[in-house]
T-cell receptor, first 109, second 116 residues
Framework: GQQVMQIPQYQHVQEGEDFTTYCNSS?????IQWYKQRPGGHPVFLIQ?????EVKKQKRLTFQFGEAKKNSSLHITATQTTDVGTYFC?????????FGTGTSLTVIP | DAGVIQSPRHEVTEMGQEVTLRCKPI?????LFWYRQTMMRGLELLIY????????DSGMPEDRFSAKMPNASFSTLKIQPSEPRDSAVYFC??????????????FGPGTRLTVT
C-alpha cells in the first residue's frame, strides 16, 4: 500500500537558521499537499503542488515537487519562533489522502 | 464561516463505555474525513465520505468503531465499547471535491478522547 515517509522526524534549529523537511512516497502521486500543525492545534493547509518539478513560494517557505512526482520538500529560510510546529505532507492519489509522518520543528530563540 | 465544528472538545470516559464524537462540516463541502492522531501512530485516516456515502473505511481499526453521515451537515464517529488504547485526538475534516482539486482539507479543532 501507499507509504509516505518524512525526514527528519524532529528538528531543532536556532532562530534565523534554515530548515528543510523531505517527503518521500513509494508510488507516483497525483499531487501533494503540505499542512502545518501548531502545538495543541489542528493541521492547516499550506499549499498544493501538482506539476512535475513545480516550485512554489510563500514568503520564507519554498515548496518543491520532484520531477518523478514521488518526493517533495519544504524549505524555510531564516526560521522564526512562529514557525514552530509539525509540518505534514499529504500524498494525494485518486480519491485517497495519505499523510506523512510529519516533521516536528522547534525553533530556539 | 464557522469552519468545521467538532463536539465535544474533550471527553473522558471509562473503559467499556460508548463514546460518540460529532462533526459539522463546512457548509457546501461534499467530502468529510475522520482522522485519529497519536504520538505513536501519527495522523491516521479512519474513514471518509463523499456526498454522505462512505467511500473508504479501511482505516477503521475494528468493529468497535462506526461512522455515519445521515446528511450533508452532520457526521458521527462512535466507539462501542471504548478501550484505553482508543485514547487520542480525533479530527474531522471537510473539503469540496469537484474536477481536479485542489481539495484542501479544512480540519476541525479535534476531540481529545481519554479512556481510563
Amino acid at each position: 500500500g501507499q507509504q509516505v515517509m518524512q525526514i527528519p522526524q524532529y528538528q531543532h534549529v536556532q532562530e534565523g537558521e534554515d530548515f528543510t523537511t523531505y517527503c518521500n512516497s513509494s508510488t507516483t502521486l497525483s499531487n501533494i499537499q503540505w499542512y502545518k500543525q501548531r502545538p495543541g492545534g489542528h493541521p492547516v493547509f499550506l499549499i498544493q503542488l501538482v506539476k512535475s518539478g513545480e516550485v512554489k513560494k510563500q514568503k520564507r517557505l519554498t515548496f518543491q515537487f520532484g520531477e518523478a512526482k514521488k518526493n517533495s520538500s519544504l524549505h524555510i529560510t531564516a526560521t522564526q519562533t512562529t514557525d514552530v510546529g509539525t509540518y505534514f505532507c499529504a500524498a494525494v492519489t485518486g480519491n485517497q489522502f495519505y499523510f506523512g509522518t510529519g516533521t516536528s520543528l522547534t525553533v530556539i530563540p | 464561516d464557522a469552519g468545521v465544528i467538532q463536539s465535544p472538545r474533550h471527553e473522558v470516559t471509562e473503559m467499556g463505555q460508548e463514546v460518540t464524537l460529532r462533526c459539522k462540516p463546512i457548509s457546501g463541502h461534499n467530502s468529510l474525513f475522520w482522522y485519529r492522531q497519536t504520538m505513536m501512530r501519527g495522523l491516521e485516516l479512519l474513514i471518509y465520505f463523499n456526498n454522505n456515502v462512505p467511500i473508504d473505511d479501511s482505516g477503521m481499526p475494528e468493529d468497535r468503531f462506526s461512522a455515519k453521515m445521515p446528511n450533508a451537515s452532520f457526521s458521527t464517529l462512535k466507539i462501542q465499547p471504548s478501550e484505553p488504547r482508543d485514547s487520542a485526538v480525533y479530527f474531522c475534516a471537510s473539503t469540496f471535491r469537484s474536477g481536479t482539486g485542489p481539495y484542501e482539507q479544512y480540519f476541525g479543532p479535534g476531540t481529545r478522547l481519554t479512556v481510563t
